[in-house]
């Protein structure tokens, strides 16, 4: 044993052992917090593409850790560009046709995945593995022939995050953030401003990768997000370069897409036609 701790008297060890344990169990329920926050996975597939007269395959492809994940894959013809959309905390691929069809309707081939735990796809939510999902299915778009030029990574929420990450490792057109956070720090200061950020373990630090992502980029938010705050989607933008635009829009956080319908097909319409075709990706 430890010379400090035969020192110690004998009461004082007991409540040193205490406090020790319950630091852990403290740990250990905030990480349990943690995941029931940041994760709302749905397993059943209420609808599908068809619904809104959209052609889709109905994909799966496998992660560098043997995982199967589930993907839709909905053509445009003639589409110059492919959207590879990482969607938010909750639901699944089957809560997002509206998007797809918003973005089928601009001319643009969309293929969008469902993490591991989500829908169809196996394993559970992690921010690492949902980098690893993001990177498989990038691969797998390759592997059908769409070059790096051709992608354009959309995320939403926290999928922004998981977009950020992918476009900080690999090449793409350009990205496009919609209601994106900062960082997993700078949440916790707002909504948990009493816990210290260091008992979670997940980072979704998008604000330092995005100062390395040189390729266009679009942020998006709206001004009411009660969720994810205006100023956090400002932080991200004022930190990433040139070039970069950014769009204030209203409504709710999961809302906002319906109320500012008009201003997000004129703005990411304008947006994605823009794109110099000399511009060399990163």
């Given at each position: 044993m430890n010379n400090n701790l035969k020192k110690m008297p004998l009461i004082t060890l007991k409540i040193t052992i205490a406090a020790l344990i319950l630091f852990g169990l403290l740990l250990l329920f905030l990480r349990y917090i943690e995941t029931r926050t940041l994760f709302y996975p749905t397993k059943e597939?209420?609808?599908?593409?068809?619904?809104?007269?959209?052609?889709?395959?109905?994909?799966?492809?496998?992660?560098t850790d043997n995982l199967e994940i589930n993907g839709w894959f909905v053509p445009c013809k003639d589409a110059q560009y492919t959207i590879l959309f990482c969607h938010g905390n909750a639901g699944n691929i089957s809560h997002?046709?509206?998007?797809?069809?918003?973005?089928?309707?601009?001319?643009?081939?969309?293929?969008?995945?469902d993490y591991r735990g989500y829908g169809k796809s196996q394993g559970r939510p992690s921010e690492a593995g949902?980098?690893?999902?993001?990177?498989?299915?990038?691969?797998?778009?390759?592997?059908?022939?769409?070059?790096?030029?051709?992608?354009?990574?959309?995320?939403?929420?926290?999928g922004g995050a998981v977009i950020v990450d992918l476009a900080w490792k690999e090449k793409m057109k350009a990205l496009i953030l919609d209601s994106t956070l900062s960082s997993v720090k700078d949440m916790i200061k707002?909504?948990?401003?009493f816990v210290p950020y260091w008992v979670f373990s997940s980072r979704f630090d998008s604000e330092s990768k995005?100062?390395?992502?040189?390729?266009?980029k679009l942020i998006i938010h709206s001004i009411n997000d009660e969720i994810v705050p205006f100023q956090l989607g400002k932080?991200?933008?004022?930190?990433?370069?040139?070039?970069?635009?950014?769009?204030?829009i209203y409504g709710g956080h999961n809302s906002n897409f319906y109320e500012s319908e008009d201003s997000l097909r004129s703005k990411i319409g304008d947006f994605i036609k823009t794109l110099?075709?000399?511009?060399?990706?990163?």
């Amino acid at each position: 044993m430890n010379n400090n701790l035969k020192k110690m008297p004998l009461i004082t060890l007991k409540i040193t052992i205490a406090a020790l344990i319950l630091f852990g169990l403290l740990l250990l329920f905030l990480r349990y917090i943690e995941t029931r926050t940041l994760f709302y996975p749905t397993k059943e597939i209420p609808a599908f593409p068809d619904r809104a007269s959209l052609e889709y395959q109905d994909v799966f492809f496998k992660t560098t850790d043997n995982l199967e994940i589930n993907g839709w894959f909905v053509p445009c013809k003639d589409a110059q560009y492919t959207i590879l959309f990482c969607h938010g905390n909750a639901g699944n691929i089957s809560h997002r046709i509206e998007k797809l069809k918003f973005f089928n309707k601009l001319g643009y081939s969309v293929f969008i995945i469902d993490y591991r735990g989500y829908g169809k796809s196996q394993g559970r939510p992690s921010e690492a593995g949902f980098y690893k999902d993001a990177k498989a299915a990038y691969n797998y778009l390759l592997s059908l022939g769409i070059s790096a030029d051709q992608i354009i990574g959309y995320g939403e929420s926290i999928g922004g995050a998981v977009i950020v990450d992918l476009a900080w490792k690999e090449k793409m057109k350009a990205l496009i953030l919609d209601s994106t956070l900062s960082s997993v720090k700078d949440m916790i200061k707002y909504s948990y401003p009493f816990v210290p950020y260091w008992v979670f373990s997940s980072r979704f630090d998008s604000e330092s990768k995005i100062k390395s992502v040189k390729i266009p980029k679009l942020i998006i938010h709206s001004i009411n997000d009660e969720i994810v705050p205006f100023q956090l989607g400002k932080r991200l933008y004022e930190a990433s370069p040139e070039p970069k635009e950014f769009l204030q829009i209203y409504g709710g956080h999961n809302s906002n897409f319906y109320e500012s319908e008009d201003s997000l097909r004129s703005k990411i319409g304008d947006f994605i036609k823009t794109l110099k075709e000399d511009y060399h990706t990163q």
